[in-house]
């Protein structure tokens, strides 16, 4: 009903103010079920922080001891990373490798003569090849820049080209392979070999290889005779026996550029040693018997001859030669030492620079000093390893070439570098070419273990404080706590002491102190069963350090003493590691340690159904229902101040009447008393 105002009636009777003053008492039940519903959602509030934190610590100690935990992480570490980058997956081995990189892999980079800028790219169907892979377009002519562009877009990942300003009146063009390794070559196709020898990126060449044939003519000795076990051959394949000697002349000699690579496939074969037999001394001569005689019953027998012989020096045994240096190259008399051999049961391409040692090779020779390997060779050719076919670049700035690199003495190449076949769990990434070897250390990521042990200390203090806020009324433990911000503070102090002698809040900080505070069973033993004895503890103060009483050490907060915690994961990461998680009967399933038994404490806290969940759905209805109350009553409230203002304006309206009946009353009166 809407308000009656009647002048000079209700200012005199002040009705809205008495109408206000009725409604407020009877709003008073509302204020109290508001404020009911205030601290609900307060509790509420509360719990659900306290379930995050929890949740978090749950977290970091199930990381501690899981299938994931830190313990087993590994990093490498390189003595050099300019030249040599690595990454250690937790299945890779704790080790340490030299490895020295004699050359990275490289991708074919050609680039031009110094072009005019109005140099004009004929029209045709252009093609490139790199490895396996072809691209071919067709171009309608144009500027450089305009085939540097499609063949960047049509490459793709497989090759680019770019335009760049020499001159500010000319222009190169180079063209790159996207792909590193020799087996990766860049080769011109179709249109692209015409427009390469105009633009000066490629130029026809000479004679750039030969195969050099394996056969009973063509194998001459070297320096001693050809025996008929010396060597074999059979289907082109050399098998060139212990302690031989041959050479394979070419003929005529090949005439070398610095760029000519002698090439060949070969592998050695082990012959086990035999077992010496023990050489015994000679017996001597074989004498007579030198007889007797009998004299009156009596045998006399002579004394047997003797032979003093010469001292017996038994002979050397025979020893065991090794030499890896057995490939040689001869121009014009001189020789040269080629690169040594390794062992392989398999075939292994060989690719030696030979360009820059001599004009020309006249043999090729093999020298096996090895008592116990065969040294078998086959595919030997000579070639130009920047030779495309009948050109070769003008203006090579890279070529194809493979990784090489040695580790622990053992030879490896690779076509890219990036390598992750070499060390299980490692990938390697190869840089630079290295001086001397490179130290490549593959440890356990202490500081993965060292963060993770901090992060669930850090997240137990913030639910030991967590606790104490809101279970006491003491606001210096919000003032003590120096890691919490100032808005932070503002926000604990809103719910200090809010479950204010709770007893579930009690049991659980005890049980927590409890967990953190108990020994543990480790193969280490007594050495280390304790937090403490890895510099966790309330109080990581020497004794006598200082007598001055701390009352934050008495919250039981925990500190790091950082020095030691260091020392215990360098030293003994394997305990720390039970310390946290430890199988104790064998069944591969962690059955104690400070994170499980933390994960155990919590579990029933904030699993779906558990203690705070079933907190939650409490509070939930009960706010819920408070909320249906607040509003049933505020409805109360309407319908009672509309009725009040129904009554009150009734009232007025009959306080109207009288006065107007009164007054015409008066003025009768009056008219009377004149006549």
Do not use: C
């Amino acid at each position: 009903m809407s308000d009656i105002s009647i002048p000079g009636v209700t200012n005199k009777y002040n009705t809205d103010k008495i109408i206000k003053g009725l409604v407020n008492a009877e709003k008073i039940p509302l204020t109290r079920m508001e404020r009911d519903r205030d601290t609900l959602k307060k509790r509420k509030t509360v719990w659900q922080d306290l379930n995050r934190r929890l949740s978090t610590l749950r977290d970091d100690a199930k990381q501690l001891y899981g299938f994931q935990n830190p313990f087993e992480e590994k990093i490498a570490d390189s003595s050099d990373k300019t030249v040599l980058t690595a990454a250690a997956t937790r299945k890779a081995p704790i080790e340490e490798k030299k490895i020295t990189i004699e050359h990275i892999a490289t991708a074919d980079r050609f680039m031009s003569a110094s072009l005019s800028k109005d140099f004009k790219v004929p029209s045709g169907k252009y093609g490139f090849k790199v490895g396996e892979k072809t691209i071919q377009f067709n171009f309608r002519g144009g500027s450089l820049k305009n085939l540097a562009e499609i063949i960047s877009r049509k490459g793709r990942s497989l090759i680019r080209a770019e335009v760049i300003n020499d001159t500010p009146n000319t222009e190169i063009v180079t063209i790159e392979a996207q792909k590193t390794g020799a087996k990766n070559r860049l080769f011109f196709l179709d249109k692209s070999i015409d427009f390469g020898l105009k633009a000066g990126i490629l130029k026809q060449t000479g004679i750039t290889e030969r195969d050099i044939p394996l056969n009973k003519y063509t194998v001459k000795p070297w320096e001693t005779s050809l025996k008929e076990n010396t060597y074999s051959i059979s289907d082109g394949v050399l098998t060139l026996n212990p302690l031989n000697e041959l050479k394979i002349p070419i003929s005529p000699p090949f005439k070398l550029n610095k760029n000519m690579a002698l090439q060949f496939k070969l592998k050695t074969e082990l012959i086990p040693e035999k077992k010496q037999e023990e050489i015994k001394p000679p017996p001597g001569p074989a004498l007579p018997d030198t007889g007797e005689i009998n004299f009156k019953g009596i045998r006399i027998r002579n004394e047997k001859s003797k032979v003093i012989l010469p001292q017996w020096k038994p002979p050397a045994p025979s020893i065991r030669v090794d030499d890896m240096q057995a490939l040689f190259m001869d121009s014009k008399g001189t020789l040269f030492p080629l690169e040594k051999i390794t062992d392989s049961e398999d075939f292994k391409t060989y690719s030696i620079d030979i360009g820059n040692l001599a004009a020309t090779i006249d043999s090729f020779n093999i020298r096996n000093k090895n008592t116990n390997r065969r040294i078998i060779i086959k595919d030997i050719k000579i070639l130009d390893k920047t030779s495309r076919g009948k050109y070769v670049p003008s203006h090579p700035l890279s070529q194809a070439g493979d990784a090489r690199l040695t580790m622990d003495g053992i030879e490896v190449e690779r076509s890219s570098n990036n390598i992750d076949d070499l060390i299980p769990g490692v990938k390697l990434t190869l840089l630079a070419k290295s001086d001397k070897p490179v130290t490549l250390k593959i440890d356990k990521d202490k500081d993965a273990i060292k963060n993770s042990i901090v992060s669930l200390v850090g997240h137990y203090n913030q639910v030991i404080t967590e606790i104490d806020v809101v279970s006491r009324r003491d606001e210096s433990i919000i003032d003590d706590a120096q890691y919490l911000s100032d808005k932070e503070k503002d926000e604990y102090r809103k719910k200090l002491g809010i479950f204010s002698g709770s007893l579930t809040m009690l049991q659980l900080k005890d049980s927590l102190e409890r967990v953190m505070m108990n020994p543990y069973r480790t193969e280490g033993g007594r050495q280390l069963s304790l937090l403490a004895q890895m510099g966790i503890s309330t109080d990581t103060r020497k004794p006598g350090s200082s007598a001055t009483l701390d009352r934050t050490r008495l919250r039981g907060y925990l500190e790091i003493d950082e020095s030691k915690l260091d020392s215990a994961i360098a030293a003994h990461p394997g305990w720390i590691k039970e310390l946290f998680g430890y199988d104790t009967d064998g069944d591969l399933i962690v059955d104690s340690g400070v994170a499980y038994a933390l994960d155990t404490t919590l579990k029933p806290y904030v699993t779906t159904g558990g203690l705070i969940a079933t907190r939650l759905s409490t509070l939930n209805s009960q706010i819920s229902r408070k909320k249906t109350e607040i509003s049933n009553y505020e409805d109360h409230l309407k319908a009672y101040e509309a009725d009040l203002k129904y009554k009150y304006g009734k009232m007025e309206g009959a306080l109207e009447t009288l006065q107007k009946n009164s007054q015409a009353l008066e003025n009768l009166g009056g008219n009377n008393n004149k006549q």
